[in-house]
């Protein structure tokens, strides 16, 4: 249970981190030519993602999802509700055990890691959505 505790704990610091100011510090600039190099793979992200129109354009959805058909992210939009609703249906079934709320037996972590599958499956509808109203 330590084990669980300290994943948790480190993704909740992990996930603060990431939306704290920098520190800015400052060093002394010394002059230095500093020769550009091109690389093939750049991210561009201070593109802007503003739309005025009913839907976004395809390219908010990253890099992957915006190369994906609608059809495709309607499917796995499926999987991953069947999944979510496999795991708590299964939750369900281990929660009317007796004794098992007392004791917690009825929670187990692949269920757990499935209930994940609902917010997963709402985003890739979206997605889809998305998708369709591009054309793609």
Known sequence: MSK???????????????FAPLAQ??????????????SPFVLNMAEDTYWE?????????????SKMPSGLLGMVSLVFL???????GQSFVLQQEPGAIASGS?????????????PLA????V???IQRKNGM
């Open 122 to 125: 709402w985003g890739t509808h």
């Open 106 to 118: 009825w929670v187990k972590w692949y269920y757990v890691l499935g209930s994940f599958g609902g």
């Open 127 to 129: 997605a889809a959505w």
């Open 25 to 38: 510090v400052r060093t002394v600039a010394t002059p230095m030519v500093v020769a550009q190099q091109s």
């Open 4 to 18: 669980l505790s300290f994943v948790i704990l480190s993704m909740i610091v992990a996930a603060c981190s990431a």
């Open 53 to 65: 129109a009913e839907y976004p354009p395809s390219k908010v959805l990253g890099p992957l999802m």
């Open 82 to 88: 069947g999944i979510c609703a496999y795991s708590c």
